[in-house]
């Protein structure tokens, strides 16, 4: 028996988040964060969105 198997590559915001997440808990902007990790503002908000509560 063969079975295909499909892997999907995770979203921009969920590679980021927790570089994100220490960035910000450092103090950083989400605009520098986002150059830093070469996102745009609006990734890094929903990265860190999905990361707290």
Not at 27 to 53: F, H, Q, W, Y
């Amino acid at each position: 028996m063969e079975f295909a198997v499909f892997t999907a590559e995770p979203f921009e915001f969920q590679r980021i988040r927790m570089d994100a997440l220490r960035m910000r808990r450092l103090g950083m902007s989400l605009r520098a964060i986002g150059s830093a990790l070469g996102v745009d503002e609006k990734t890094v908000r929903k990265a860190l969105a999905a990361v707290t509560p």
